[in-house]
């Protein structure tokens, strides 16, 4: 297994360009989760999908959206980057979806910078 | 609000000491807790969780943690640290529908492990 795979690597903008970020997981996981992590703030949440077909807001949601494609994947775009958006990206999966208490499993991360 | 605090940034100790990362919660309703470490350029690695039970928790790689209900606090512990141990650890308590369809993570701001040779 592969686990959590997330394309690109690393990733330069210029402020209003868009892009989308890819994040597919082998494990058959129903809930898939976006996170951005900023220096000393730790990671916060920006959207999830607790199962394929939906989506919900995460903490920090603006300037973002999302697409649960299939069970698999689960994509993130940027419709107009901005310098605020400087960040490093994960991905995490997790089994089951219903009130379980698993661990989430993560991709290696995103690192995009806006310009 | 339901939040997690690291209250330390940085921790330093020699190899062959003991170790101590500081973890205090604040939820409703009973806490369900984690830890994970990042090594650079990597993502995060669960390193353990407490949902129930003994408060002595079991890890990965010789880590324990000691849950604390009247303080509120899952401190990561080892007894003996080594140089490879030097990482970023964020503690994490799950919030969301229990009963329903989410489990959401919310992490605390990280801790950087520098363990001297």
């Known amino acids: 297994n592969a686990g959590v795979t997330q394309t690109p690597k690393f990733q330069v903008l210029k402020t209003g360009q868009s892009m989308t970020l890819q994040c597919a997981q082998d494990m058959n996981h129903n809930s898939m989760y976006w996170y951005r992590q900023d220096p000393g703030m730790g990671l916060r949440l920006i959207y999830y999908s607790a199962s394929e077909g939906t989506t919900d807001k995460g903490e920090v949601p603006n300037g973002y959206n999302v697409s649960r494609l299939n069970k698999r994947e689960f994509s993130l775009r940027l419709e107009s980057a901005a310098p605020s958006q400087t960040s490093v990206y994960f991905c995490a999966s997790i089994p089951g979806g219903t009130g379980g208490f698993h661990e989430q499993y993560f991709g290696p991360g995103t690192r995009l910078t806006v310009t | 609000a339901q939040s997690v605090a690291q209250p330390e940034d940085q921790v330093n100790v020699a190899e062959g000491n003991p170790l101590t990362v500081k973890c205090t919660y604040s939820?409703?309703?009973?806490?369900?807790l984690f830890w994970y470490v990042q090594y650079p350029n990597r993502g995060l690695q669960f390193l353990l969780k407490?949902?129930?039970?003994?408060?002595l928790v079991k890890g990965s790689y010789g880590f324990e943690a000691e849950f604390n209900k009247s303080q509120t606090s899952f401190h990561l512990k080892k007894p003996s640290a080594l140089v490879s141990d030097s990482a970023l650890y964020f503690c994490a308590v799950r919030v969301g529908n229990y009963g329903g369809a989410t489990n959401k993570l919310i992490f605390g701001t990280g801790t950087l492990l520098a363990v001297q040779p």
């Open positions: 939820v409703s309703g009973n806490p369900y």
């Open positions: 407490y949902i129930t039970g003994d408060n």
